[in-house]
């Protein structure tokens, strides 16, 4: 009887799930630093110029949803997938990918091809042991050549690695964490961001604030880094010792795309306090639009939010009022001898100012209560004409959007 009831007891220990592992952080490593200029070996990969469908992150602040809109169709299917209040989604080599922020600290891997359900779930900890008890706050994901994610992180000095498992309910491996500190303000930390991938290359956003007053304290920086099996940073600046990057004219970072006008892929377009021009082959800028400009039109850095273009090239700014209790679209124009900001539409409200452009139809994030969702503008025509289905209701209040192709 004994023996029966022994081996019970070990029949049941032995159903009984393994409790998850308690997070641990990746290694911190120093990359190598190899000296000149990275010479590119690939077009940039921007944002998809044709896509089918938007992926909707939308939250009333208190929980949030993941949801996907047909363009063709305006058919909206609000609501697939659990998110944050603070999510952000990023689409890149057809995956989507769905990155919880501030205080959450955990990045979704979602289906596009079966309603948005989960692939991959896992936790971000920072690396770096003066950061690893506050929020790491990962802010962007990119792809490399060989499959794995990278991440940023805006709350520790680090970009991290991720290797996605073969095999059936395998869990995501934290493989490294590039130690970037030495691109940091005086608080230790760069406030990393934005990540653009240009052949094996990575360029990544650091934009440099005081963390107690939260306004910027040193020149935003687009650091690149080649993310192999050996990171190495790049040492090109006489001036100073240790690993450079690439100091951009306008504060901080914003929303970016492809410069049609460079066939090699090479250049970007990208909104700060200013609209500027970036050669990441040489690693040069020069404004489109700058920053005194916008200044004289009221616009200061923090208000400048979406930006795109249309099937004609031209460039297009989702901005605030100075309280932020109102959103214009302004248009770009550059057909003088000076450029010029040209209020198309008023009287939107938003709580990011999201904008997608897809061929000569803008989509923008609104959040009026009673009546949020994405508000559709036909560009095409002067003045701008809103959509008769507009605005197409998500859910919740629509927070961030990203292209997808499906």
């Not at 990119?142 to 990278?150: E, I, K, Q, S, T």
């Not at 021009?277 to 039109?297: C, M, N």
């Not at 539409?345 to 609104?366: K, M, N, P, R």
Request: charged share 20%; with cysteine.
């Amino acid at each position: 009887m004994k023996r029966l009831a022994s081996a019970g007891w070990l029949l049941a220990a032995a159903c009984t799930p393994e409790p998850e592992p308690e997070p641990k952080p990746p290694p911190l490593i120093d990359a190598v630093i190899e000296s000149g200029y990275p010479s590119l070996d690939g077009p940039c990969r921007g944002p998809i110029s044709e896509p089918t469908h938007l992926v909707v992150t939308s939250t009333d602040f208190n929980t949030g949803a993941v949801g996907l809109v047909d363009l063709q169709t305006r058919e909206v299917v609000p609501d697939l997938a659990l998110a944050s209040s603070d999510a952000v989604p990023i689409v890149d080599a057809g995956r989507v990918f769905v990155i919880n922020r501030f205080g959450f600290d955990y990045i979704d891997e979602l289906d596009p091809h079966d309603r948005l359900a989960l692939i991959h779930e896992w936790p971000i900890q920072a690396a770096t042991p003066a950061n690893q008890d506050a929020p790491a706050n990962p802010h962007a994901l990119a792809l490399d050549p060989a499959g794995r994610a990278w991440v940023s992180l805006h709350g520790a000095p680090e970009l991290q690695r991720f290797a996605f498992p073969t095999l059936q309910a395998a869990q995501v491996h934290a493989e490294l964490a590039v130690d970037l500190s030495s691109f940091a303000d005086a608080d230790g930390i760069p406030e990393l961001s934005r990540i653009i991938g240009c052949g094996t290359h990575l360029f990544v956003s650091a934009e440099r604030i005081d963390r107690e007053l939260w306004i910027p304290a040193a020149q935003t920086v687009l650091i690149p880094i080649r993310p192999g099996a050996e990171p190495a940073l790049f040492e090109f600046d006489a001036d100073q010792p240790g690993p450079d990057a690439i100091r951009l004219l306008g504060v901080g970072i914003g929303p970016w795309r492809l410069d049609p006008g460079d066939s090699q892929g090479h250049v970007i377009l990208l909104l700060n306090s200013g609209l500027e021009r970036i050669d990441l082959a040489s690693g040069t800028s020069e404004w489109v639009v700058p920053q005194q400009l916008f200044e004289a039109a009221d616009y200061e850095r923090l208000q400048l939010s979406g930006f795109d273009l249309d099937s004609s090239g031209r460039a297009w700014i989702s901005a605030a009022s100075p309280d932020f209790a109102s959103f214009r679209l302004l248009r770009v124009d550059l057909s003088g001898p000076e450029p010029a900001l040209v209020t198309e539409v008023e009287g939107l409200e938003s709580v990011t100012g999201a904008l997608e452009i897809v061929g000569d139809q803008a989509w923008f994030a609104d959040t009026t209560i009673g009546a949020s969702g994405l508000r559709v503008f036909d560009l095409s025509q002067s003045p701008v004409v809103e959509l008769p289905e507009s605005p197409l209701a998500v859910g919740l209040p629509p927070m961030s959007l990203a292209p997808l192709s499906l």
